[in-house]
């Protein structure tokens, strides 16, 4: 069973920039959940879809955005990049997104920004 | 606002020696997980703990909540190399994880 896959693993960008990530769940999840990861700040939510609606969303400001596919495949877009926009993005899906259930990790879309 | 405070957060000892990480809170959760993240990869679910003094055990890693569900600790026994790794708690509020910054844990050999 192919895990969660992000793309792409690497970007660089430069200030001003909008950058589009992408994540493929788990076939069968319909939950996919997007988290910062910074050194020392751990994982910071951002926002999570479930059947194509955001149901949760983080304390991250109008330019962190997202959406959910049909396929439950979902994007993430940041506009105007900032020098702190720089970490590891990871998505995480799972099957309905209730509590308690296992979240499944992709293994992250490092992103830097010069 | 909820946080889940990890300690310590870098720990590097020898491979045979036991070890306890702690993630605490002010806050209760209904359930709290801990993972496992390797360099490159993404964090991995070890256990989720769901009862108020539920003890688990997977191997040599031994998982325990507090009665109030508002702590967690994490002993390793024996620890090995291949234990090294960012070992991260998550709480478990409503339709959100909360978590923890996370403890490095460096196993030498």
């Known amino acids: 069973k192919a895990g969660v896959t992000q793309t792409p693993r690497y970007l660089i960008k430069t200030r001003g920039q909008q950058v589009t990530l992408s994540c493929s769940p788990i076939s069968g999840h319909r939950s996919v959940s997007w988290y910062q990861q910074t050194p020392g700040q751990g994982l910071q939510f951002l926002f999570e879809?479930?059947?194509?609606?955001?149901?949760n969303k983080g304390n991250f400001p109008g330019r962190f955005s997202g959406r959910q596919f049909s396929n439950s495949r979902s994007e993430m877009n940041v506009s105007t990049l900032e020098l702190g926009d720089s970490a590891l993005y990871l998505c995480?899906?799972?099957?309905?997104?209730?509590?308690?259930?296992?979240?499944?990790f992709g293994d992250g879309t490092r992103l830097s920004i010069l | 606002t909820q946080l889940l405070e990890q300690s310590p957060q870098f720990l590097s000892i020898q491979e045979g020696e036991n070890l306890t990480v702690y993630c605490n809170s002010s806050?209760?959760?209904?359930?709290l997980q801990w993972y496992r993240q390797e360099p490159g990869e993404g964090p991995v679910l070890l256990v989720t703990?769901?009862?108020g003094g539920e003890v688990k055990k997977l191997k040599r890693l031994t998982f325990q909540f507090g009665d109030a569900r508002k702590d967690s600790s994490l002993h390793i026994t024996a620890a090995q190399p291949g234990d090294t790794g960012l070992y991260l708690c998550a709480g478990r509020s409503n339709y959100q994880l909360i978590w923890g910054a996370g403890t490095k844990l460096i196993i030498k050999p």
């Open positions: 806050s209760v959760f209904s359930s």
């Open positions: 879809y479930f059947s194509e609606t955001q149901r």
């Open positions: 995480a899906s799972s099957l309905e997104g209730l509590l308690g259930e296992p979240q499944h």
């Open positions: 703990v769901v009862t």
